[in-house]
C-alpha cells in the first residue's frame, strides 16, 4: 500500500500553492515575524509558496525545506505547511521530526485522516513499532470504518504477532471493502501461519482473479499449495512471482524448499545463493547453503 507525494491530498496543497489558492494566508494585513526575524507581507508570502511548491516539484527538499520553514513560522497554526514540512522531513530521513510534525497535522487538521497513514510510517521508520500501531490506531479512531487505516493497524498487529487482533480486523475490513487486495492477503497470511492453507489459497485465489501479478498474493498461493502437497502448482506461481520481484527474497526461500524436497540440489543451491546475495544477513539461507555445498563435496 499499503510510497509518495504520500498523499493526493498534499499533492493538491503544494499545487494550489502554486497557484495561490491559498489567499486567505495572502489576505493578512499585518506583516507576521517569521522564523528569521524578517516580516512576511502578503507579496513575501505568496513568493515563498511558489518557491516552495517549485523547489519540491524539482524534489529539492532541503532547498525546500527552507522555504517552508519560514512559511510555518509565519503561520504557525496551518496545517498546510504542517504537512508539507512533514513530507520534505520524510524525503529528508528526518523521521522524528516528520512523525512530531504528523502528531501536530492531526489536531489542527480540518481532516486529520489526510495525515494517515503516514503519522504511523514515521514512527515505523525509527524502528518504533509501539508508536507506530499507536498512530494506526489514533487514525482507525478517527474514521472507523476506513479500509486504508483498518490494514494499515493490521498489518501492525500482524507484524506484532497477535494473530487473533489481525484476522478480526482484517475480516472487518473486507466487509467494508470486498475488493481490497491488501486486506485479503493479510487475512490469507495469517490462515497460513493458523495451519489453514485451504482458506488461505481461497483468498489468495480471488486477489489473483482481479490481478494475476499481485506477487503477495503470489507468493501466498505458492505457500497455501505447497502446503496442500501440490508442489507443481506451488512452483508455478512462486516462479511466476520470482520473475516478477526477484529481490523478493521469501520467493526464492520458498522455491529452495521446494527443490530439497524434489531432491533438486543444484536448483536448491542456486536459489539459496540469490537470498544471500540480496540479504547477507539471512540466516536460514546461509546455513542451509553451506550444508548443501558440504553435503555435494
Same mark, same amino acid.
Given at each position: 500500500?499499503?510510497?509518495?507525494?504520500?498523499?493526493?491530498?498534499?499533492?493538491?496543497?503544494?499545487?494550489?500553492?502554486?497557484?495561490?489558492?491559498?489567499?486567505?494566508?495572502?489576505?493578512?494585513?499585518?506583516?507576521?515575524?517569521?522564523?528569521?526575524?524578517?516580516?512576511?507581507?502578503?507579496?513575501?508570502?505568496?513568493?515563498?509558496?511558489?518557491?516552495?511548491?517549485?523547489?519540491?516539484?524539482? #524534489?529539492?527538499?532541503?532547498?525546500?525545506?527552507?522555504?517552508?520553514?519560514?512559511?510555518?513560522?509565519?503561520?504557525? #497554526?496551518?496545517?498546510?505547511?504542517?504537512?508539507?514540512?512533514?513530507?520534505?522531513?520524510?524525503?529528508?530521513?528526518?523521521?522524528?521530526?516528520?512523525?512530531?510534525?504528523?502528531? #501536530?497535522?492531526?489536531?489542527?487538521?480540518?481532516?486529520?485522516?489526510?495525515?494517515?497513514?503516514?503519522?504511523?510510517?514515521?514512527?515505523?521508520?525509527?524502528?518504533?513499532?509501539?508508536?507506530?500501531?499507536?498512530?494506526?490506531?489514533?487514525?482507525?479512531?478517527?474514521?472507523?470504518?476506513?479500509?486504508?487505516?483498518?490494514?494499515?493497524?493490521?498489518?501492525?498487529?500482524?507484524?506484532?504477532?497477535?494473530?487473533?487482533?489481525?484476522?478480526?480486523?482484517?475480516?472487518?475490513?473486507?466487509?467494508?471493502?470486498?475488493?481490497?487486495?491488501?486486506?485479503?492477503?493479510?487475512?490469507?497470511?495469517?490462515?497460513?501461519?493458523?495451519?489453514?492453507?485451504? #482458506?488461505?489459497?481461497?483468498?489468495?485465489?480471488?486477489?489473483?482473479?482481479?490481478?494475476?501479478?499481485?506477487?503477495?498474493?503470489?507468493?501466498?498461493?505458492?505457500?497455501?499449495?505447497?502446503?496442500?502437497?501440490?508442489?507443481?502448482?506451488?512452483?508455478?506461481?512462486?516462479?511466476?512471482?520470482?520473475?516478477?520481484?526477484?529481490?523478493?527474497?521469501?520467493?526464492?526461500?520458498?522455491?529452495?524448499?521446494?527443490?530439497?524436497?524434489?531432491?533438486?540440489?543444484?536448483?536448491?543451491?542456486?536459489?539459496?545463493?540469490?537470498?544471500?546475495?540480496?540479504?547477507?544477513?539471512?540466516?536460514?539461507?546461509?546455513?542451509?547453503?553451506?550444508?548443501?555445498?558440504?553435503?555435494?563435496?
Amino acid at each position: 500500500m499499503p510510497s509518495f507525494l504520500k498523499n493526493p491530498i498534499l499533492q493538491a496543497a503544494a499545487s494550489a500553492l502554486a497557484l495561490g489558492v491559498f489567499t486567505w494566508g495572502l489576505s493578512v494585513r499585518v506583516p507576521v515575524r517569521a522564523e528569521l526575524g524578517k516580516a512576511l507581507d502578503p507579496e513575501e508570502s505568496r513568493k515563498l509558496q511558489e518557491t516552495a511548491a517549485g523547489l519540491m516539484r524539482s #524534489e529539492k527538499w532541503s532547498d525546500a525545506l527552507d522555504a517552508t520553514l519560514r512559511l510555518h513560522a509565519a503561520y504557525p #497554526e496551518s496545517h498546510i505547511y504542517i504537512g508539507q514540512l512533514a513530507q520534505i522531513y520524510d524525503h529528508l530521513g528526518k523521521y522524528k521530526e516528520e512523525a512530531a510534525l504528523w502528531e #501536530e497535522y492531526l489536531i489542527r487538521a480540518p481532516r486529520p485522516i489526510e495525515g494517515c497513514p503516514q503519522i504511523g510510517d514515521a514512527y515505523q521508520k525509527q524502528g518504533l513499532s509501539e508508536q507506530a500501531t499507536a498512530a494506526f490506531e489514533k487514525c482507525l479512531a478517527i474514521e472507523p470504518y476506513n479500509p486504508d487505516s483498518i490494514f494499515y493497524l493490521g498489518r501492525a498487529w500482524e507484524r506484532a504477532g497477535d494473530l487473533t487482533k489481525a484476522a478480526a480486523l482484517y475480516q472487518r475490513g473486507i466487509a467494508v471493502s470486498p475488493q481490497y487486495p491488501d486486506l485479503q492477503i493479510g487475512l490469507a497470511r495469517i490462515r497460513l501461519r493458523q495451519g489453514q492453507p485451504e #482458506e488461505a489459497r481461497g483468498l489468495a485465489e480471488k486477489v489473483l482473479s482481479r490481478s494475476q501479478d499481485n506477487t503477495d498474493a503470489l507468493l501466498v498461493m505458492g505457500l497455501a499449495c505447497q502446503r496442500l502437497g501440490d508442489r507443481k502448482q506451488a512452483k508455478k506461481y512462486l516462479e511466476h512471482g520470482s520473475k516478477l520481484a526477484d529481490d523478493y527474497t521469501d520467493f526464492h526461500l520458498a522455491l529452495a524448499g521446494i527443490a530439497e524436497q524434489d531432491s533438486d540440489l543444484n536448483q536448491a543451491i542456486a536459489q539459496y545463493k540469490r537470498v544471500t546475495e540480496l540479504d547477507k544477513t539471512n540466516l536460514v539461507a546461509v546455513q542451509r547453503l553451506t550444508t548443501l555445498q558440504g553435503g555435494r563435496q
